[in-house]
């Protein structure tokens, strides 16, 4: 299984910009998706994630002003975020939770990290 993420970049303060990742492989089911990030000398830490079922969770630095959001057809996962602020630059890394023929135990897929640079 891999994971493929696009979508970073350099971006003014207020902009905005949408990363994607898509997952790839012998793929029967994703449990959960969303994404980490991680900035220069601190922790990766998680920045949002959705269930196969929707539900959603966000960092509270990041609510309000990224949306998450996934398609099933495609096991790509998506990450807008709007009214981008300088503390949101950061390497951004996807991930997926994939469960066994059981289903009883998960295993997480990372995809190699995406850079957001937000400076004018």
């Known amino acids: 299984v891999q994971l493929q993420a696009s979508g970073g970049g350099l971006v003014q303060p207020g902009g905005s910009l949408t990363l994607s990742c898509t997952a790839s492989?012998?793929?029967?089911?994703?449990?959960?998706m969303g994404w980490y990030r991680q900035a220069p000398g601190k922790f990766r830490v998680l920045v949002a994630s959705i269930t196969g079922g929707g539900g959603t969770n966000y960092a509270d630095s990041v609510k309000g002003r990224f949306t998450i959001s996934r398609d099933g057809a495609t096991n790509t996962v998506y990450l807008q975020g709007n009214s981008l602020k300088p503390e949101d630059t950061a390497v951004y890394y996807c991930?997926?939770?994939?469960?066994?023929?059981?289903?009883?135990?998960?295993?997480?897929?990372w995809g190699k990290g995406t850079q957001v640079t937000v400076s004018s």
């Open positions: 492989g012998n793929i029967a089911r994703i449990d959960t």
């Open positions: 991930y997926a939770d994939l469960p066994n023929s059981s289903g009883s135990c998960l295993t997480r897929y």
